[in-house]
């Protein structure tokens, strides 16, 4: 990258609202200048900051998947100036997108291994472009078991339904959706938190099994106890973390938990790693 | 290693040359006190000056810059689309830095230009800038730069070094843009280099023998980063600290800024600001939790971040260089090389 923060011309392709109280909506980017989509090239972990001109920038993980190609995806939660402007472009505006930042899961280390994968909320959208990078043809072939739990709120606030679904049919891959409670009677999946139905569900850690932990700190404070009950040791325990960032390349100082700097250190560190830091996330 | 005598009476005329060819910044005082400052045509710099009261960092690092720009004007075809605002990155020098805060602008290149990125902005303009630095006859009562790698004579990261001898410059040419900007001056009244370095070398341990302040870093390597952070001693440190940012904004190794977008009518112009670890702001969530929402881990991160992250990340001593900046400026008497010292003397008791 020449100049680290000049983003890359994007369009808005396509914006679709992702969860009931449509306080999230999912993002679709193409971009504008040819060659920019390879310059962009990026693994599964990784996130972006999304650039409006006159409005400032927001670090989001990338929910597409590096085996789908022609346009980039964005699911973002409204909260602050940046995310409610956002909310409010139409398709077609002119943005930037500059990235891919940060490192990724490891994909190299999980080859040959089983992969658990834990979220809740929506901190789910890296781990949807993990999976979609796992069960592609090309790859599926290089992991063990995929098991997948997922929990919201209630059914309507599950993000990428559809997929989850088609998910739920296949048979490489073992899912495990929840939900805290909901009063529709035809739920056919799974009610409880998200660190329940780890211990009920999800798979006794053996020297090849590795968890991925995304989602809100309650849950990623329960969730661990649960996966050291299942014999997971810290070093198995993969995270990505979140801090306010603005550069998102290292320089302007804020992000970091000790010497590590969440945005170019990580977001992705090992359960091991964290206990070495400061807690300051 | 090539000496140069200036005459004082030639000086102003040669700093004058060599505005034809070089942006000058220098030592003014104004109503603030003495700053580092872009030099108008007519001033000189001041170099009977004892310290600025900000750094020399701003020469590379403005308070604020304007980094890109772009239209939002829908008629134009480029709307919305960034470009790199333009920067004058013609040849500069700046005239008169001290040797540590020539040190702090090395310590904070580590930081913009790195194996990964490099900070365009902060490396355009270091490499534009030629420094010519003003050795320290009498260092300060708060000067304790020879404890932290550099001192009044230090070379490092200067393209030359000037010793004040009352009627004349002694200059010693470091490097070849220091080299190139004594000849934009028609400095070239060359001195004995073996009787000039003994002259140096005199005049810098009768400098140095005036330096009565230290820090002791010698034990911080060996201790975790948790154990410190972790100490008892934090609350003690910052219980009468107010979070008022100056010590970040005085300091010539602080580097923290923020990104800011400002538009006018259609035009809009993404700007880095310094910023500060003090503020509660600068890691505040979007969801209003705060990683270091109370003073005291403001304090402690950035007493950290100097004395023992930075330490531990490159492995090329503490990230701070002695000036004492902080320690005259700090409206509540908070002084670094306390810190310091509790810090290198902490023991984890078991």
């Known amino acids: 990258m020449e100049n680290p923060y000049l983003p890359y011309p994007v369009r808005i392709d396509d914006i679709e609202i992702a969860t009931e109280d449509k306080s999230l909506k999912t993002f679709k980017f193409v971009f504008l200048n040819e060659g920019d989509e390879e310059k962009f090239a990026y693994q599964a972990g990784q996130f972006a900051e999304l650039s409006i001109p006159g409005v400032g920038e927001i670090p989001i993980g990338i929910a597409s998947s590096p085996v789908e190609k022609g346009f980039v995806k964005f699911t973002v939660f409204r909260t602050g100036v940046v995310t409610s402007y956002l909310h409010n472009m139409k398709v077609g505006d002119i943005m930037g997108l500059r990235g891919p930042l940060g490192n990724w899961y490891p994909w190299d280390k999980l080859e040959g291994k089983n992969v658990v994968i834990i979220g809740g909320g ?7 472009s993990s999976i979609v990078y796992m069960l592609d043809p090309a790859n599926r072939s290089k992991f063990g078991n995929i ?3 997922y929990g919201a709120r209630s059914p309507g606030m599950l993000l990428y339904r559809e997929e989850l679904y088609e998910w739920e049919k296949r048979s490489d891959i073992n899912m495990h ?24 569900k999800a798979p006794q850690a053996d020297a090849d099994t590795f968890a991925i932990v995304c989602g809100p700190p309650i849950m ?37 938990i000790g010497k590590e700097l969440v945005c170019k250190d990580g977001p992705v560190f090992t359960l091991e790693e964290i206990n070495m830091t400061p807690k300051e996330y | 290693m090539k000496f140069i005598t200036i005459d004082k009476k030639d000086w102003a005329k040669g700093i004058d040359k060599s505005r034809g060819t070089y942006q000058l910044f220098g030592p003014v005082t104004d109503i603030n006190g003495c700053q580092i400052k872009a030099l108008d045509a007519d001033v000189q710099p001041e170099m009977e000056y004892t310290d600025s009261v900000l750094s020399a960092k701003s020469v590379l690092f403005p308070q604020s810059e304007k ?18 605002a333009d920067g004058d990155y013609t040849p500069r020098a700046v005239i008169g830095i001290r040797p540590y805060d020539a040190r702090a602008i090395q310590l904070v290149k580590m930081n913009f230009d790195t194996e990964d990125y490099r900070d365009p902005y902060w490396c355009d303009a270091y490499e534009a800038t030629t420094f010519v630095g003003l050795a320290i006859n009498k260092p300060g009562p708060l000067d304790f730069s020879t404890s932290t790698g550099t001192g009044p004579f230090s070379e490092d990261g200067l393209d030359i070094l000037l010793a004040d001898m009352d009627d004349k410059f002694l200059a010693k040419v470091l ?26 070398d005199v005049m810098r341990k009768d400098a140095e023998k005036t330096i009565s302040s230290s820090v002791e ?14 100490a008892p001693f934090w609350d003690d440190v910052a219980f009468s600290c107010i979070n008022c940012g100056t010590c970040t904004y005085v300091c010539p190794t602080c580097w923290c800024f923020d990104i800011q977008d400002e538009n006018k009518l259609k035009a809009s112009s993404r700007f880095r600001n310094w910023d500060t670890c003090m503020s509660p702001l600068f890691t505040r969530h979007a969801t209003g939790h705060n990683p270091r929402g109370e003073k005291t881990m403001r304090v402690r991160q950035r007493f950290m971040h100097k004395l023992k992250y930075f330490l531990d990340k490159y492995d090329s001593g503490i990230m701070c260089v002695g000036c004492g ?26």
């Not at chain 2, 000849?183 to 003994?198: L, R």
């Not at chain 2, 870093?217 to 972790?230: G, P």
């Not at chain 2, 908070?334 to 509790?342: A, G, K, L, S, Y």
């Open chain 2, 67 to 84: 980094i890109l720009v772009t239209s939002l004007n829908e008629a134009d075809d480029d709307h919305h689309i960034m470009k790199r």
């Open chain 1, 177 to 200: 959706i929840t939900v805290d409670g909901t009063d529709d009677p035809d739920w056919k999946y799974n009610k409880g938190f998200v660190p329940q139905i780890v211990e009920e």
């Open chain 1, 220 to 256: 990623i404070k329960f969730t661990q106890p649960a996966l050291t009950k299942l014999g997971y040791g810290p070093d198995q325990i993969i995270m990505s973390l979140e801090n306010r960032m603005k550069c998102g390349i290292g320089m302007c100082g804020r992000c970091n």
């Open chain 2, 325 to 350: 900046r902080c320690v005259k400026s700090c409206p509540v008497n908070i002084d670094i090389r306390q810190v310091c010292e509790t810090m290198n003397n902490y023991e984890k008791k078991e």
């Open chain 2, 217 to 230: 870093t010698d034990k911080l390597k060996d201790k975790t980063i948790l154990d410190l952070y972790e």
């Open chain 1, 122 to 128: 929506f901190a789910f959208t890296t781990l949807r």
């Open chain 2, 175 to 200: 490097t070849p843009k220091g080299e190139a900007y004594a000849a934009a001056c028609g400095f070239n009244t060359e001195a004995d280099a073996k009787e000039s370095q003994v002259l140096f």
């Open chain 1, 147 to 149: 098991d997948v739990v």
